[in-house]
């Protein structure tokens, strides 16, 4: 009910007739709900008797490109390749985290709704277009001055098939479909608050981000840290490390959760990479959790 801790509170409405043409009346409303509750659109729809498509996103700031006969409408999204965090925090990232409606939590169709009795209040549930990454580290013999991480890259040679995407593009509202730039390095940095591992052994969020789903999973993928003194880079120092299970062909509405340990001043990946799962463990719909 308020933007806090990385909620919100308004998405908008795009409204179409079930042909895709345009909706005679007021086609576009922000809805918005002061308690958690009851949500306000403004300006009001009236609906007719006849069933039109309803559309969901997030920002609500973006405006809608309408296709021609067709239900591919846009809005324009900018995911940056180097995006920034705040190290204190586990979701106050600089990249928009982009949101489609869409009518069930297990179906990816388009809410419909008109003024028939049970039709006039169609239920939206909103998916998360992009994937999450989140770094944890731990340290056998940490360095209280000198670990701090300031930034993590992932990367994959020039001539890679599959490469990571960002840039400005568009998102589908129907179903979050992004069409971005292809990009072989993906950076996370620390804008504030840079963290430190401080106890031996003890995993600590390091660093995270949201970033493109991907259509396959990229090979060769390699992970770079820089670490050093806070507020000084004169004694940074950057250490890389490959493995297979950096291979990940991440799928929207997901967490993957990189464990990385730091060891004789060598970078290695503990175990596997996790998915995005909040709560219920047995839930496995959006925002499933990966562990790597």
């Not at 297990?106 to 008109?114: K, M």
């Amino acid at each position: 009910s308020a933007t806090a801790n990385g909620t919100i509170n308004s998405i908008k409405l795009f409204l179409t007739k079930t042909d895709h043409s345009a909706y005679t009346g007021n086609e576009s409303s922000v809805f918005s709900t002061a308690n958690g509750t009851s949500w306000t659109g403004s300006p009001e729809i009236k609906l007719s008797g006849d069933k039109v498509y309803v559309y969901a996103f997030y920002p609500t700031s973006a405006a809608v490109t309408r296709a021609t006969g067709a239900d591919t409408h846009t809005i324009p999204v900018s995911v940056p390749a180097t995006a920034t965090f705040d190290g204190d925090s586990t979701w106050n990232c600089s990249t928009t985290d982009y949101l489609y409606g869409v009518k069930s939590s297990t179906s990816e169709d388009t809410p419909t709704a008109s003024n028939r009795d049970g039709e006039f209040s169609p239920t939206v549930y909103m998916r998360h277009a992009l994937a999450q990454v989140v770094f944890k580290l731990q340290a056998s013999n940490p360095n209280g001055t000198y670990d701090y991480v300031k930034e993590i890259r992932l990367s994959v040679p020039a001539g890679n098939t599959t490469k990571f995407r960002a840039g400005s593009g568009t998102m589908q509202i129907k179903d979050g479909a992004l069409s971005l730039t292809d990009t072989e390095t993906l950076t996370f940095r620390a804008s504030v608050n840079p963290q430190i591992c401080t106890i031996a052994n003890t995993a600590v969020t390091v660093g995270y981000g949201l970033a493109a789903p991907l259509a396959a999973a990229p090979e060769n993928v390699s992970l770079t840290i820089v670490l050093g003194k806070k507020g000084d880079t004169s004694n940074d120092r950057t250490l890389t490390a490959t493995n297979t299970g950096f291979n990940i062909q991440w799928q929207k509405g997901h967490i993957y959760t990189y464990n990385l340990k730091l060891k004789d001043r060598n970078l290695t990946l503990d175990g596997a990479i996790t998915d995005w799962v909040q709560g219920d463990p047995t839930y496995t719909g959006p925002w499933d959790t990966v562990n790597k």
